[in-house]
């Protein structure tokens, strides 16, 4: 049991690596996982199937970009099983359904949801970690490198994910706070996926990736949980990629 009596919160949990990460920390001896999202009927699915297989897990209504929510769902949090060890900040939307790839809209949304939504999270979460912790930020190969085919909003809240990242690590270490990234490469497609859910956009992808194949959700689940557990102690401001060596090309 890597997380025995943690309680963990997880943004973005109804879906993909968010849902996927819950799961596991489930499995792994979690006190509580609590599992927030704008999606209830999904996120209360992924709750049914952790409760099922033996772990403990809430779900609580949560918009990353609304800051009063980000409050009652750390304090709900912290009032069901007693503190936050473990947040992780995994909600996001995709760049690449967009025409326009200097759309102003959009632009907002994905600094919205993806940046605004990372800094809210650790504002509130960190605030409640009174016995230390660790802050897992989800970021993508897109906040190291840029793509020709998304909106530039993705690469740019990205990349503001992997600063954010850094600069929590350097301000809360002193209270025992870790504060790492990890950085996905080319995954099952995400909800709010357009070209890069693409069969013909994936082929070509692919072959830029040294094991020539996606990954899969757990195997990023799996990098979450390392981050989260006591096995990574001395690993703050870092930046795991779990992209098949793409970035290594
Ligand atoms: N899938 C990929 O190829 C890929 C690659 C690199 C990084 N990522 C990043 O990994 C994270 C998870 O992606 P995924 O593939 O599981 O995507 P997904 O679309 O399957 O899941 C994203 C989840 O975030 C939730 N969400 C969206 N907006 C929200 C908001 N305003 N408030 C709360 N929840 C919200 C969605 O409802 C959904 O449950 C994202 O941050 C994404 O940018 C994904």
Redo the contacts with the bound molecule.
């Keep these: 049991m890597r997380l025995k009596d943690k309680v963990a919160l997880i943004?973005?949990?109804?879906?993909?690596?968010?849902?996927a990460t819950a799961r596991l920390f489930g499995r792994e001896g979690c006190k509580g996982v609590v599992v927030?999202?704008?999606?209830e009927k999904?996120?209360k699915a992924v709750v049914a199937e952790i409760e099922k297989a033996g772990g403990h897990a809430t779900f609580l209504p949560?918009?990353?970009?609304d800051e009063a929510q980000w409050k009652a769902v750390v304090d709900k949090t912290v009032a069901t099983y007693g503190g936050l060890d473990v947040l992780v900040n995994?909600?996001?939307?995709?760049g690449s359904a967009e025409q326009d790839l200097y759309d102003t809209a959009a632009w907002n949304r994905l600094m919205g949801?993806?940046s605004t939504?990372v800094f809210l999270g650790m504002k509130y979460g960190i605030r409640a970690m009174k016995r230390g912790g660790s802050v897992i930020n989800?970021?993508?190969?897109?906040g190291i490198t840029g793509q020709g085919y998304i909106h530039v909003g993705?690469n740019a809240s990205?990349g503001a994910v992997r600063l954010i990242t850094k600069a929590g690590a350097a301000q809360h270490g002193k209270d025992g706070i870790r504060v790492n990234s990890v950085?996905?490469?080319?995954?099952?497609?995400?909800?709010?996926?357009g070209r890069?859910a693409d069969p013909v956009q994936r082929e070509k992808t692919l072959k830029g990736v040294p094991l020539r194949r996606a990954g899969e959700?757990d195997e990023?689940a799996y990098a979450i949980l390392f981050l989260a557990s006591d096995e990574s102690s001395y690993v703050s401001g870092a930046e795991l990629v779990v992209d098949g060596g793409w970035t290594a090309v």
């Design positions: 943004s973005g949990a109804a879906s993909g690596m968010g849902a927030a999202d704008i999606l999904d996120g949560l918009d990353v970009t995994n909600a996001g939307i995709s949801i993806n939504g989800l970021s993508s190969i897109s993705y990205k950085h996905p490469g080319l995954m099952p497609p995400m909800r709010t996926s890069t959700v990023v």
